[in-house]
């Protein structure tokens, strides 16, 4: 046998088979052989042989890059169309999400081609507001992910503003190298069925008067009142009658809203109802869309001395 092949018989690796043993294209490097080609550690007709344990399943060191049949190379899929397989809010994997539900929030970004993607989100299929930049993504650009920054009543910066205000936004991400978009994500965010539990306090008539409305179960149901999409959020009545929107506290979901109430609202002692109505709940009444976004109202007695 010829030395320089019984040096290659002698440093390949015995346990992965490479023409029969032995490298006879390419070159012995660290125990395996390597031979430029594209492959999964076994014969493959069209491209050859790749005998490199460090490969990923297509026989492709580079994570971002993959098997080209015609070549028998490993190109790049930097200038690839990205694509999103799913989504997940924390650990949840779901496409809806119920404001107030987390105190903070990471996105995380199932899908294709999302090493160099930037997020983009809208108020619909084709609104596409991009610029935010991934906290971190895997180098096989199979997952990214975005710690949202905290929301304060329906405002934000980035993606914060459309989680913190009930309705429809649509995700997608861009590639940069290539000037590509992914499929469109849709996002349904629900407002909190609101519930009146008590008052802190009492009004006198025919007087000025604040008093805060509470709400003790499940985290607080009082949300602002956001122009969004579709519409406002928490909409208040008293006795049937309009009034001032209350704010509640904390935000974007409160345990108390307080309310502002005019003398000419209560100009006589005795029970007033005090009413709240949240759209785009989850479940409730005048429910439309897909999924449907329904109203849900609560209402409670004030006693005015």
Same mark, same amino acid.
């Given at each position: ?12 690796? %015995? ?59 490993? &190109? ?6 990205? *694509? ?22 990471? !996105? ?9 993607? !930037?997020?983009?989100?809208?108020? *619909? ?66 407002? %909190? ?14 007087? %000025? ?19 969004? #999409? ?13 009034? %001032? ?7 974007? &979901?409160?345990?108390?809203?307080? #309310? ?13 109802? #005090? ?31």
């Amino acid at each position: 046998m010829p030395i320089l092949g019984w040096l290659r018989r002698a440093t390949c690796d %015995p346990r992965r088979i490479c023409d029969n043993g032995t490298c006879s294209t390419g070159v012995c490097n660290n125990g395996v052989c390597v031979d430029g080609k594209c492959g999964n550690g076994i014969i493959d007709q069209q491209c050859g042989e790749q005998c490199d344990p460090n490969a990923l399943p297509d026989g492709c060191l580079d994570p971002t890059t993959k098997c080209d049949p015609a070549s028998c190379t490993c &190109v790049s899929t930097q200038n690839e169309t990205p *694509s999103i397989n799913s989504i997940k809010f924390n650990s949840t994997t779901s496409s809806t999400m119920t404001v107030g539900d987390y105190t903070s929030v990471t !996105l995380t970004i199932s899908g294709t081609h999302l090493a160099n993607a !930037l997020i983009c989100y809208g108020s *619909s299929s084709t609104d596409r507001r991009c610029g935010i930049t991934p906290t971190s993504h895997s180098s096989d650009g199979t997952t990214l992910t975005y710690n949202v920054p905290p929301t304060t009543g329906g405002s934000g910066t980035g993606f914060a503003a459309p989680l913190s205000q009930a309705g429809y936004s649509y995700l997608t991400v861009y590639n940069q190298t290539a000037g590509l978009f992914s499929n469109v994500w849709p996002i349904t965010i629900y407002n %909190p069925a609101p519930e009146i539990t008590g008052f802190s306090n009492t009004c006198n008539a025919n007087s %000025p008067c604040n008093v805060y409305a509470n709400d003790t179960n499940d985290g607080g149901g009082f949300v602002a009142d956001e122009d969004w #999409i579709p519409r406002g959020s928490g909409q208040w009545t008293i006795n049937g009658n309009p009034m %001032p929107q209350a704010s509640p506290t904390p935000t974007p &979901v409160g345990t108390q809203a307080l #309310i502002l109430l005019s003398a000419s609202q209560i100009p006589a002692s005795g029970a007033y109802t #005090i009413q709240v109505c949240n759209y785009d709940t989850a479940s409730g009444q005048n429910c439309s869309g897909s999924p449907p976004l329904c109203t849900a109202c609560t209402s409670s007695v004030l006693t005015v001395n």
